[in-house]
């Protein structure tokens, strides 16, 4: 896999993997200011939080680290289809407070 960690620098993709057809969903919104919100937030992203819904999962006992395996678990087909297992590696992790929305 030639793209690995291409989406470190982003946005935007680079050249090489968007012409291989790669495209990129990013996005940002701010949930609040100050350390209390950042930190409650990171907590929330690090237990895995945004993946406990009725078709998605994610055991929230997976470490958040570089290179730390991790298996999204969803339903397929309008979440009346089986289950779906997708085996990932965390390639880095970012953790700096900051930005027009960051910790002051």
């Known amino acids: 896999y030639s793209h690995k960690g291409a989406s470190k ?21 701010c949930v609040g200011h100050g350390k209390e919100t950042y930190n409650k937030a990171k907590h929330l992203l690090r237990s895995w939080s945004h993946f406990q819904l009725p078709w998605a999962h994610v055991d929230p006992d997976t470490p958040v680290k570089e290179g ?31 930005g027009k929305c960051g910790v002051k």
């Open 9 to 29: 620098s982003l946005p935007p993709l680079p050249a090489e993997a968007a012409n291989s057809g790669y495209k990129v969903n990013h996005s940002r919104i």
């Open 68 to 98: 730390a395996p991790v298996c999204v678990n969803a339903k397929s087909l309008y979440f009346t289809g089986p289950w779906i297992s997708n085996p990932l590696q965390i390639l880095y992790v970012e953790d700096h407070p900051g």
